[in-house]
């Protein structure tokens, strides 16, 4: 069988059974025996030092088998890399809803009451909401003894300000870029904000943690298995290889299930008891501690010729960090993707600074695309304000500015226009229309996700063979991915292939799903684990036979892709409502693996712009987050959606398998931005942050008249 008929066929998920029986079992419905249910006392204050914790009343409730406190895990702190982040807090709170004390008991009922009955005596501190405030002088420091946090990696260089958690620079000295900008025959400076945003998921964060003799066993939401059993290690000192993390299924992800905070306090609650402890949060909990989108504060330059040439960009991006730098991955902790603001362009200077500071507020975290929404809202408004300054069309200033070849000389592609060309013809750009609606449009570039990961491919007979992968399936179809890779690249009906997810203990590793990486790295392993089977099959026919495959791909050009959104709005001025009335999603694709997935990403992607355009918003106020429920946040549904159009543009070749491009975190990056120019050139007004409510819209109108 060829590759060609079997990916050109749509794909039937391999799980779909069992999710749409109700037999696919997540974290939240595992009960071993002996089961302890847990619960946590969290902070009610911003900023607060914690003088005394009594928890006298609460050993006192009938079914209670332990009681934890800050002093009882003393200075034990977890995060991705940088470890700043206490599993219960011993001497200071940061954020309203850290947690102070844990308790483990025979019902969740009794767990719950016990917390309740926890008494903390707090002195108040001065607490700081704003980031810029934070980078001021008389900023409280909140973190005065960094120094006694460990890292997952190479020592941490201490920032120039002791609120700042990371401090990123790219490109050109500040002495180059404003003699660059200097240059410029104009020079367009505008600011843009966007706010906290949670994931969405429907699945709160949850662990289920026991120990068999020294062996500690885990059931997580977390999606990278392996490297929660390389922090659990870290943090808590058991040993790596007596840590077996379990693969299970995962309500949902969107970016936000690679950071925990369950499974270290359920550690030491199962090691205090000898028994499985299960933790699993509430709405309340997870939209106040979990790890939403930063917030941002973005401020762009651009020098411009005076024919619209593109010739230096500044970019100041501003993250809200919160209280604890945990949820971060990389060593400099900021969102990488605040470095996209204009990467869609040739641009001959650039300067990006990207600052992550410390406020008193919910722990900031990743989310679908982490800093590429936020740059490109930024980027691709401020080219429309360019081209409305320089009085040009903004499709005909995008154009002439197109990042059309690669690095180290690559060959100039034509993919660029003509992903421009598609959206803007798709929703007749040029065409008149009515007062109060008009067409905007996004244009961006993203790069494929990085990472490691490995499989095992064995051959149990000749129409048998099983892919074994420590990959998580977070509901982005890995496994069913997985399949059709084996199938094609063996050559054999997909229907031959079995994919079995296995705990940590009998898996290679895996870095975990996010950055678009799954496809790229395990498919790419799958891959060629099956092109090293076949030859052993065809030297020596017998079975079983096995072959190990490992993959590390860097993050890199190659995987780079080009995407466009075009939309039509409709704004009544009257009330500052705005409609999507129709939309185009224009993607730069490679060979597409699975097609009902792969229109699902995208579709799915632009509900995530959509809702981040126009309504998304992690309410706080004085560090007390407003939203308690999905509900109370205010996520699109399927009467939101316009009719949305989805056009492939066929001409680059993936980095990863079959020449497949990354689609995950593609089909959101370019919606909000698109929607803020429509609505622009429908009114005449500009709004310059997230989301883009009736309520700003109207008082910008109102200001206007």
């Given at each position: 069988m060829?590759?060609?008929p079997?990916?050109?066929?749509?794909?039937?998920?391999?799980?779909g059974?069992?999710?749409v029986?109700g037999?696919?079992?997540?974290t939240?419905?595992?009960?071993?025996?002996?089961l302890?249910?847990?619960?946590c006392?969290?902070?009610?204050y911003?900023?607060?030092?914690?003088?005394h914790?009594d928890?006298?009343a609460?050993r006192?409730?009938p079914?209670v088998?332990?009681?934890?406190?800050?002093?009882d895990?003393?200075?034990?702190r977890f995060?991705?890399?940088?470890?700043?982040m206490?599993v219960?807090a011993q001497?200071?709170v940061?954020?309203i809803?850290?947690?102070?004390a844990?308790v483990a008991?025979?019902?969740?009922?009794a767990?719950?009451?016990?917390?309740?009955?926890i008494?903390?005596?707090?002195?108040?501190?001065?607490?700081v909401?704003d980031?810029?405030?934070?980078?001021g002088?008389?900023?409280?420091?909140l973190?005065?003894d960094?120094d006694q946090?460990?890292?997952?990696?190479?020592?941490r260089?201490?920032?120039?300000?002791p609120?700042?958690?990371?401090?990123?620079?790219a490109g050109?000295?500040?002495?180059?870029?404003?003699a660059?900008?200097a240059?410029?025959?104009?020079?367009?400076?505008?600011?843009?904000?966007t706010?906290?945003?949670?994931q969405?998921?429907?699945?709160p964060?949850?662990?289920?943690?026991?120990?068999?003799g020294?062996?500690c066993?885990?059931i997580?939401?977390?999606?990278a298995p392996f490297t929660?059993?390389?922090?659990?290690?870290?943090?808590?000192g058991?040993p790596?290889e007596?840590?077996?993390v379990?693969?299970r299924f995962?309500?949902?992800?969107?970016g936000?299930?690679?950071?925990?905070l369950?499974e270290f306090?359920?550690f030491?609650?199962?090691?205090?008891?000898g028994?499985?402890?299960?933790?699993?949060m509430?709405?309340?909990e997870?939209?106040?501690?979990?790890g939403?989108?930063?917030?941002?504060?973005?401020t762009?330059?651009?020098?411009?010729?005076?024919?619209?040439?593109?010739?230096?960009?500044?970019?100041?991006?501003?993250?809200?960090g919160?209280?604890?730098?945990?949820?971060?991955?990389?060593?400099?902790?900021?969102?990488?993707g605040?470095?996209?603001t204009?990467s869609?362009y040739?641009v001959?200077e650039?300067r990006h600074?990207?600052?992550t500071v410390?406020?008193n507020?919910?722990?900031?975290?990743?989310?679908?695309?982490?800093?590429?929404?936020?740059?490109?809202?930024a980027?691709?408004s401020h080219?429309d304000?360019?081209?409305?300054?320089l009085?040009l069309d903004?499709?005909?200033l995008?154009?002439?500015?197109?990042?059309?070849?690669?690095?180290?000389?690559d060959?100039v592609?034509?993919v660029?226009?003509?992903?421009?060309?598609?959206a803007?013809?798709?929703?007749?750009?040029q065409?008149p229309?009515?007062?109060?609606?008009?067409?905007?449009l996004a244009?961006?570039?993203?790069k494929?996700?990085?990472?490691?990961?490995?499989v095992?491919?064995?051959?149990?007979?000749?129409?048998?063979?099983t892919?074994?992968t420590?990959?998580v399936?977070q509901?982005?179809g890995?496994v069913?991915m997985?399949a059709r890779v084996?199938?094609?690249a063996?050559?054999v009906?997909e229907s031959c292939i079995?994919?079995?997810?296995e705990?940590?203990?009998?898996?290679?590793?895996?870095?975990?799903a996010?950055?678009s990486?799954?496809t790229r790295?395990?498919g790419a392993?799958?891959?060629l684990?099956?092109r090293?089977?076949?030859?052993l099959l065809l030297?020596?026919p017998d079975y079983?036979q096995e072959?190990?495959r490992?993959?590390?791909?860097?993050r890199?050009?190659?995987?780079?892709a080009?995407?466009?959104?075009?939309?039509?709005?409709?704004?009544?001025?009257?009330?500052g409502?705005?409609?999507?009335?129709?939309?185009?999603?224009v993607?730069?694709t490679g060979?597409?693996?699975?097609?009902?997935s792969h229109?699902?990403?995208l579709e799915?992607?632009?509900?995530?712009?959509l809702?981040a355009?126009?309504?998304?918003?992690?309410?706080?106020e004085?560090?007390?987050?407003?939203a308690?429920?999905?509900?109370d946040y205010k996520?699109?549904?399927s009467?939101d959606?316009?009719?949305?159009?989805i056009?492939?543009?066929?001409?680059?070749?993936?980095a990863?398998?079959f020449?497949?491009?990354?689609?995950g975190?593609?089909?959101?990056?370019?919606?909000a931005?698109?929607?803020?120019?429509?609505v622009a050139?429908?009114?005449?007004?500009?709004?310059?942050?997230l989301p883009?409510s009736?309520?700003?819209?109207?008082?910008a109108?109102?200001?206007r008249?």
């Open positions: 060829s590759a060609g079997l990916f050109a066929r749509p794909e039937v998920r391999h799980e059974h069992l999710k029986t037999e696919a079992r997540y939240g419905d595992h009960y071993p025996p002996g302890l249910f847990a619960a006392a969290a902070s009610p911003p900023h607060a030092l914690v003088r914790v928890t006298t609460a006192a409730v079914g088998q332990v009681v934890l406190t800050g002093a895990v003393q200075g034990v995060g991705r890399y940088l470890r700043d206490p219960l001497d200071r940061r954020f809803g850290e947690r102070v844990a008991a025979e019902t969740k009922e767990a719950e009451e016990a917390v309740s009955l008494d903390v005596e707090y002195e108040e501190l001065p607490a909401f980031p810029q405030v934070s980078l002088g008389s900023a409280p420091v973190h005065p960094p946090y460990g890292v997952a990696g190479a020592p260089t201490r920032p120039e300000h609120n700042l958690q990371g401090d990123l620079v050109c000295s500040a002495a180059e870029i404003e660059a900008l240059r410029a025959d104009r020079v367009f400076e505008h600011a843009f904000r706010p906290r945003q949670h969405g998921y429907i699945e964060h949850g662990a289920v943690v026991w120990f068999e020294e062996v066993r885990v997580s939401t977390n999606k929660l059993r390389a922090q659990l290690a870290a943090v808590t058991h790596l007596q840590i077996v379990h693969n995962i309500g949902g992800d969107f936000g299930k690679g950071f925990s369950d306090v359920c030491y609650l199962a090691r205090a008891s028994r499985p402890v299960r933790s699993v509430s709405y309340v997870d939209l106040s501690a979990a939403p989108r930063h917030a941002a504060q973005i762009l330059r651009t020098g411009v010729s005076h024919d619209g040439r593109f010739l230096a960009h500044s970019a100041d991006v501003v993250f809200d919160g209280a604890y730098a945990a949820g971060k991955a990389s060593a400099d902790l900021v969102p990488h605040g470095l996209d204009m869609a040739t001959p650039t600074r990207l600052r410390y406020t507020s919910v722990p900031g975290g990743h989310m679908r695309a982490p800093g590429e929404v936020q740059a490109v809202f980027g691709e080219v304000l360019i081209a409305d300054g009085g903004p499709v005909g995008r154009r002439r500015n197109l990042r059309r070849g690669g690095p180290g000389g060959p592609s034509d660029p226009d003509r992903v421009l060309s598609r803007a013809e798709s929703l007749q750009w065409a229309r009515p007062r109060g609606r008009a067409v905007g244009l961006y570039r993203r494929g996700g990085s990472g490691r990961g490995g095992v491919l064995r051959a149990v007979a000749p129409d048998r063979f892919v074994v420590g990959a399936d509901g982005s890995t069913t997985l084996a199938a094609a063996l050559g009906p079995e994919v079995v997810q705990s940590t203990a009998a898996s290679m590793f895996d870095q975990g996010g950055a990486r799954v790295v395990l392993a799958t891959e684990a099956a090293d089977l076949c030859e030297a020596s079983p072959v190990a490992e993959v590390e791909a860097p890199g050009e190659h995987s780079a080009f995407g466009a959104v075009a939309v039509e709005v409709e704004v009544d001025e009257g009330t409502q705005i409609t999507v009335l129709e939309a185009a999603l993607a730069d060979t597409i693996l699975n097609p009902v229109r699902g990403q799915g992607g632009f509900a995530f712009g809702g355009a126009l309504m998304e918003e992690l309410p706080v004085d560090g007390q987050v407003l308690g429920s999905l509900g996520l699109p549904t009467p959606m316009p009719p949305l159009a056009h492939n543009v066929t001409g680059t070749e993936g990863g398998p020449g497949a491009q990354p689609v975190e593609f089909g959101n990056l370019g919606v931005p698109a929607i803020a120019n429509a050139r429908a009114t005449g007004v500009r709004l310059p942050a883009l009736p309520e700003a819209l109207w008082e109108l109102s200001t008249r």
